[in-house]
């Protein structure tokens, strides 16, 4: 079955830390994206990356950044949490689909609570 | 810009009951359209697709047609059972195909 693998289901820590999300997806899968999920604000792109080495910004990138050195591992990186950013963050993967459309595949989600 | 509009949540139905969420869309020219899934303490999952207008895509019971005169994409179902309970998301592939876009999301919740 495939599947893309967050590292965590709940993480906490505490305010000005470097936080790291880890994304695995076995899926061979060209495309990887991060999202943060809010009540009332539905799913809001953070970064997405098309390319191991490649990355792109979302509507959200402030106080983000990303890392892809290997295919199928996609990281977030919370540079100094702050408590604004305590959040569900999903993690999807999908594949190249040149000017097809290919639906993307979610993992179960981080819960990070910042203190 | 593309976007998409849903109907606000929660909805709350019972067992049985007849189920349908709106879902309407902006975009240039005629996108595939999506509806995801999201169960409690998991991700989003594909629910159903339709690639073209008046394309009917259908999985677990739901349906929705693509209405290009309407610019919509409602979803429906016919019986809703306890297990159904979950957030139901709206979807289009942004203009030049990497993003999608989401609406904010129908919460459902059936009773008993």
Redesign the interface.
């Known amino acids: 079955d495939v599947k893309v693998t967050q590292s965590s289901r709940y993480l906490v820590k505490r305010t000005g830390e470097k936080v790291f999300l880890e994304c695995v997806q076995d899926m061979d899968h060209e495309n990887m994206f991060w999202y943060r999920q809010d009540p009332g604000l539905g799913l809001r792109l953070i970064y997405f990356s098309y390319d191991v080495k490649m990355k792109e910004k979302g509507d959200i990138p402030e106080g983000y950044s990303v890392s892809r050195e290997k295919k199928e591992r996609f990281s977030l990186i919370l540079e100094s949490a702050s408590t604004n950013q305590t959040s569900m963050y999903l993690c999807a993967s999908s594949p190249a689909g040149g000017l097809v459309y290919q639906p993307q595949h979610f993992g179960d989600g981080t819960r990070l609570s910042i203190l | 810009g593309d976007s998409v509009t849903q109907m606000e949540g929660p909805v709350t139905l019972s067992e049985e009951a007849f189920l349908t969420i709106n879902c309407t869309y902006t975009a240039t020219g005629y996108?595939?359209l999506?509806w995801?899934v999201q169960y409690p303490?998991?991700?989003?999952?594909?629910l159903l697709?339709a690639t073209k207008a008046d394309d009917k895509g259908s999985n677990k019971g739901f349906e929705a047609t693509y209405r290009k005169e309407t610019t919509s994409f409602h979803l429906e179902k016919g019986s809703v059972q306890v297990s159904d309970s979950a957030v139901y998301?709206c979807a289009l592939?942004s203009t030049g195909?990497?993003?999608?876009i989401?609406?904010?999301?129908t919460r459902l919740f059936v009773k008993a």
């Open positions: 996108p595939s999506f995801y303490g998991e991700g989003l999952q594909l697709k998301f592939p195909g990497f993003k999608t989401f609406g904010a999301g």
